[in-house]
């Protein structure tokens, strides 16, 4: 009784090739022309922890075979350069522009090829009443419904969705960065990324109809409102009416 | 907080409280209440809107009320006046005759003591039998309902759109939520439901007996809180733990879901996978334990 | 004489020729409130209460209580095809094509919110006041009873919309319900009409929400109203203010205009939140699926110190036997089910223990200042802090966010401060109250301590001569112009009385009981 959209709006697990003026999401890998600059990026801001050829070192995983997507995630999103080894990466202004993550990209991408490329996604057919209902499946649980983020054990966390760009959503969704869980096409088609990406785009200014949004963290903020400002407020005006009791 | 500057000779002549700036002020407070329903009547007019209307609610209801507690607190008199408590209790030959009134039944049936034993059995009977209908007539009794799932042996796992889920479709790291084939859209979904995890295998400590219960590094559990029955939504794929976001309880992933922080009590119950020849992921079985939180039927 | 005056004698003329009512109507206007702005509290609750029904009613007109499926085609987008129950739909049609529907839904929702916790401050007054004490034991009883009730009608109320994060609820209120000892399977199965989640408690929550508990709270409310009315407000000590009378404002015109402006008053605020300040924004939650579920998910406040106990609890549980054929108390029955029973049964029995400890059966009137009493104080204070950390404990995620820190340490953290906050609130509030408090009526002045040295060279304490005003004067009664409008004259007319005068008991009992009337006489022309 409880069920999913109905089938009307299923979508099929494995999207067949469509020409690509209509396809939800299109993996681009950077062009080979950036490789030289991405060299001389890589040594300068990457290397001294991930190594030489990106093999990794205790200090920093691999990054070989990960794909353009997940070079570039990091890098727009400001998770890298990291600020702090001993926290979570978070995110921050980036240090780097997209033109010289693309570089950067580029260059791992040569030292070994594997994983998806920049994916670049139209919104114009992704539906959003679909991206909702996969939000709420696979997202809200630890992105909370409304996007804001939340705190996970041990120090991990969630982050807010409200500064990700289109491409940054795609990304995650189908790297899994950090501990995010890694969703490949046997679990969401491109077309359902774009439509959970269509979603989150429109968390970024929601329906906000009944007034001052409180963050939209929920009842905890709701409560404090209640107690302190209208209960508060209500009180100051008994203040006025019944008085103290110096008589 | 005194009431008066003025000390009237009287505090109960007419002309005591008459303070022609307290009264203008109120006069203000009772128009804009007007203004602001006229306000509203013209938005609801227009269509409504949820923030102009409370705006003009605020208004309006304030205009009333700021205005009446001014009336009442400088425009009429506040003493402070006296009044005596009067004694509550009644006076005791008051009471008596109310123990006269009392005892006059009393007595008769203080003697037919064995009726009046009968009529408290008959009420007390009565008033008993009125639980069937109010209780036991809600709903089935749980009978073995709580140790049971849809999961049997050779069930098929499908997501919530009904798909078949194959072994290649999760990536290392990934996470689906699944059912037994045919019981997506049952209300027993909220029961049978599974999380479906695919931790790089290195790390797995399995426990006896359950070493062919995660085929290619698939894990299943229940999805169902062993602490108070919300979805296990939350997987940390790299400190591989499964987290519930309602109380915050923690499942270790790779030691078949141990629970190792927060209140809930129990691992995770897992259900045992094989893939079959179409490389289908099927149950072996359903969970060897009931899932979700305890009850006082179930032991261990 | 006015036409508005002609015409309310006239009224009251006709009601008193079929009722007889112009003694009682009498007594009613003049009765004396006492005025202080903690005697307002309960007021609060009251005129929330009022709005609650007066928007409720509105949306019972729209929501439909029924769980059966259906396809949204309705306004707003992201939701648009997706199967929900008729009850979230209906939820959804009042938000957004009722028009009205949204700014009543808010107001409903807020004025829930503020209800509860006018209560529980007005608890907190008559507690720490000792305002439960004799002759006012029952309405304690009952004024507990309407917090239980209030509370529990709360949480059913905002699970009606049947959304994401109430749907949670409902399945730890299931949980909760199954884990009591040897009835809870039964007990749940019955009241959701089967297993989790079935199709019947949206309906059943219903009917519950809008009759029946309604219907409880107000028979309850009215009652509290009454046995506070025949019993008279408690006081605090004062000028001219004694345990056998009361001293204040009238009942009419005064109180009643204040009281009824405070109406308003409350309205106003709740409706300026219910437009202003978005609660409950459902759509965004989207409808309650069982396999699906939100982070940052906590009940309304007032159901937050059981959320907090719920993830402050370790992970014990109580077992004998094998799986099947043994026996289990399952962990959240501690939290759940025994925490909240010996809350209130704790405050329940609160006026019964204090009057064993302190063998005090008499009757009080006037209110006890907090400081005045550290045990009573400190052992409130304690006892309250710890149901303010499982408040906060209930939001362990939202701090650690909020903090930047980690979750595992911000739980610790509450578990610690759960016992060592009481402890310590209780203590510093015991040694505070035992150097600020003395007994003794509010207006002497307390004498200040001189310490002098002699010639001799010795220190010398001796009570400091105050000049100054009020220091040598002695609280006189408020004088008799003040008390009445005519002073005492002979014919039982308008009677005068002495601040602290004893009640003459017996004399005039007229057919209800009473002695004298009230003192207030307005002179009529």
Known sequence: MLVAPSTALAQPATSTPTPSSSAPIVYVNPPKSLIPEGRTLFSEDCETCHGVDAEGSYRAPNLQGLGAATIDFWITTGRMPLADPTVQAAEKPPRLTNQQAEAIAAYVTSLAPGGPGIPSVNLKTANISRGEFLFSEDCAACHTITGVGDALADNVFAPSLYPATPTQVAEAIRTGPGNMPRFGPGTLSNQEVADIVRYVEYLHAPNDRGGAGLGHVGPVTEGFVAIVFALGSLMVAGYWIGGRATR | MTTSKVRPTSPDHEDAYDRPVIERLIAVSFTLSVLATVGLGVTYWLGGQPQVEGALLFVALGGIGVGIVAWGKYLVPQGPYVQERHELRSDDVEREAMHA????????????????????????????????????????????????????????????????????????????????????????????????????TTDLVTRPGRETWGPKGYLAFSKVCTHAGCPVGLYQQLTQQLLCPCHQSLFDVLTGATNVFGPAPRPLPQLPLYIDGEGVLRAQAGFDEPVGPGFWERGA | MSTLEERAYKAADEIDERFGSARFVRNSLNKI???????????????????????????????????????????????????????????????FNVRAGLVMRQIHHWAADVFIAAIVVHLLRIFFTGAYRKPREINWTIGLTLLVLSIINGFIGYSLPDDLISGTGIRIAFSIILSIPVVGSYLAFFIFGGNYPGTEIIPRFFIIHVLILPAIIAALIGAHLAIMWHQKHTQYPGRGRTNRNVVGIPFWPAYAFQAGGFFFITAAVLAALGGLVQINPIWLYGPYIPYKVSYAVQPDWYM????????LMPSWEIVFGPTYGGHMIPNVFFPAVLLPGLTFGLL???????????????EHNICDRPREHPVRTSIGVGVLMFYIVLFFASATDVLANFFDTSLNLVLWTMRVLLF????????????????????????????????????????????????????????????????????????GNGNGHHAGAEATAGSDVDGNGHGHPGVLEVPRD
């Open chain 3, 33 to 95: 409130f006492p005025d202080h702005w903690s005697f307002m509290l309960g007021e609060i609750a009251l005129y929330s209460f009022v709005v609650l029904i007066f928007t409720g009613v509105f949306l019972t007109l729209f929501y439909v209580p029924s769980t059966a499926q259906v396809v949204y085609h309705g306004s707003y987008a992201p939701l648009r095809g997706q199967r929900m129950s008729e009850a979230y739909v209906s939820t959804l049609n009042i938000s």
């Open chain 3, 304 to 311: 937050g110190w059981l959320d907090g106990a719920l993830r």
């Open chain 3, 420 to 491: 060592a906050m009481p402890v310590l609130a209780g203590s510093a509030t015991y040694l505070l109250t035992k150097e600020v408090g003395h007994k003794g009526e509010v207006g002497e002045p307390k004498v200040p301590v001189e310490i002098r040295r002699t010639e001799e060279g010795a220190f010398v304490f001796g009570e400091l001569a105050v000049v100054g005003a009020g220091a040598d004067e002695k609280i006189e009664p408020l004088p008799e112009e003040l008390i009445s409008a005519h002073p005492t004259n002979g014919n």
């Open chain 3, 348 to 362: 329940y029995a609160w006026p019964a223990i204090e009057r064993r400890f302190t063998h005090d059966n008499e």
């Open chain 2, 101 to 200: 009134s009392l005892g006059r039944g009393l007595r008769q049936l203080e003697r037919r003591s064995f009726l009046l034993r009968l009529l408290g059995a008959s009420v007390g009977a009565f008033g008993l039998i009125n639980l069937f209908p109010f209780i036991r007539s809600l709903g089935p009794v749980p009978g073995k309902s709580l140790f049971l799932t849809d999961w049997k042996p050779g069930s098929r796992l499908v997501t919530a759109s009904g798909r078949v889920v194959t072994e290649n479709d999760l990536e290392v790291g990934g996470l689906l939520t699944v059912f037994p084939e045919g019981y997506e859209n049952s209300p027993m979904n909220a029961i049978d439901q599974v999380v479906l995890v695919r931790p790089a």
